[in-house]
Every structure is written in structure tokens, then in C-alpha cells.
T-cell receptor
Framework: SQTIHQWPATLVQPVGSPLSLECTVE??????LYWYRQAAGRGLQLLFY??????ISSEVPQNLSASRPQDRQFILSSKKLLLSDSGFYLC?????????????FGSGTQLSVL | RKEVEQDPGPFNVPEGATVAFNCTYS??????FFWYRQDCRKEPKLLMS???SGNEDGRFTAQLNRASQYISLLIRDSKLSDSATYLC?????????????FGQGTELSVKP
């Protein structure tokens, strides 16, 4: 069965510190991978989208970067966090070529930048 | 203009009420459409896909109007457990790589 792992679940970081959030997918190959962010009381904002290894589409100008070093691994990073980076980060995957178009989400990371 | 726009919330309704959510999308080449439900600080979960012919799942009915680029979700006989944020989701066209784009969500609160 397919699963998606995202960690950590909660993170408190000081302003200016680096960030690394990791997401891995099991049970499928060549997934589309997504990083979304949700600020308190707001909708999901698409940050990065990847259709393959090394192929990253950045959706909004920001302080973050993403990498996909392996087919089923997606990493969200920052060299120096800002207060505005606080939020709920969700990793997700889907397979556009399948009949089932469901988007599978990780359990999310609540990031607080202080 | 946002790619996917939803009714601003929150919607506060009594139990048993019928409530309708609306959503519009800007890219006419969009491929497919969905409604997701999100409980507070949890990951979103698929509620239903939306087809041009309309589809129904129990108390929930979804409609798509491609000409107007409009999607709707109707909830009949609201339950307390329906309280959540409802997210309209659109899969972009081939020129967008087929990525999934979320609306900002509409919060529903069902009261006794």
C-alpha cells in the first residue's frame, strides 16, 4: 500500500535559523510531489511542485527552497527562517496518469518561528 | 485574479440546514475538480470528485459548469460533524503541468 511520511510533526525554530523538512513516499513510483503551506485560518498555498527527480517548480517568491534528490523524497529547506515562515506545512503526492486522482497528504508539520 | 476562488466564510448554520458552497477557477484548460474537507490542523481529505454531469454522495451534491468555470457543493440536512473547512481543488491544465491548486477554503460551523 502507498504511504507518505512527513517529519517532524512540530518544530519551533528561532528567526534566522535553517530549516529542513523531509517527506518520503512508499508504495509508488514517479509520483508528483507537492509542498503546501497553510497560515493560521487560511487556505493551502502551493509552494513547490515536482514531476520528477531534480524537477522543481517554485510557485511563489519566498524564503524557501525545495529539492528532490530521489524519486520518492522531497525536502523543503531554508537557510534563514523569517517570522512569516510560520505555518502548517503539508507534503503530498499524486499520480496524474492513474485513474485514481486522489491527492495523498502527509500528516503535516506545524512550524513556529520565534 | 486568484486561480481558484471560494466563497469567503465562515458559514454558521443550524443543524438540518442546507448549505451551498461556490468556487470559480480562472484557467479554462483545467482538467479535473474536487472538493476536500479539512478539520482543524489536520491534513485535507478527499470528499468527492466533481463531474460535468454532477454527482451525489448521500447528503452531498457536487456540480461543475465548465462554460462558467464554476463548481458548487451542496450539503443537505447538515450535521454537527459537517463542521470543517471545505476546500475547492482544481487540477491545472497541461500547460500548468497538471498541478493541484487549492482555493482558500470556506469554513462551515453547524450549530445545535
Amino acid at each position: 500500500s502507498q504511504t507518505i511520511h512527513q517529519w517532524p510533526a512540530t518544530l519551533v525554530q528561532p528567526v534566522g535559523s535553517p530549516l529542513s523538512l523531509e517527506c518520503t513516499v512508499e508504495g509508488t513510483s514517479n509520483p508528483n510531489l507537492y509542498w503546501y503551506r497553510q497560515a493560521a485560518g487560511r487556505g493551502l498555498q502551493l509552494l513547490f511542485y515536482s514531476v520528477g527527480i531534480g524537477q522543481i517548480s517554485s510557485e511563489v517568491p519566498q524564503n524557501l527552497s525545495a529539492s528532490r534528490p530521489q524519486d520518492r523524497q522531497f525536502i523543503l529547506s531554508s537557510k534563514k527562517l523569517l517570522l512569516s515562515d510560520s505555518g502548517f506545512y503539508l507534503c503530498a503526492w499524486d499520480r496524474w496518469d492513474s485513474n485514481n486522482e486522489k491527492l495523498f497528504f502527509g500528516s503535516g508539520t506545524q512550524l513556529s518561528v520565534l | 485574479r486568484k486561480e481558484v476562488e471560494q466563497d469567503p466564510g465562515p458559514f454558521n448554520v443550524p443543524e438540518g440546514a442546507t448549505v451551498a458552497f461556490n468556487c470559480t477557477y480562472s484557467n479554462s484548460a483545467s482538467q479535473s475538480f474536487f472538493w476536500y474537507r479539512q478539520d482543524c490542523r489536520k491534513e485535507p481529505k478527499l470528499l468527492m470528485s466533481v463531474y460535468s454531469s454532477g454527482n451525489e454522495d448521500g447528503r452531498f451534491t457536487a456540480q461543475l459548469n465548465r462554460a462558467s468555470q464554476y463548481i458548487s457543493l451542496l450539503i443537505r440536512d447538515s450535521k454537527l460533524s459537517d463542521s470543517a473547512t471545505y476546500l475547492c481543488v482544481v487540477r491545472g491544465g497541461y500547460n500548468q503541468g497538471g498541478k493541484l491548486i487549492f482555493g482558500q477554503g470556506t469554513e462551515l460551523s453547524v450549530k445545535p
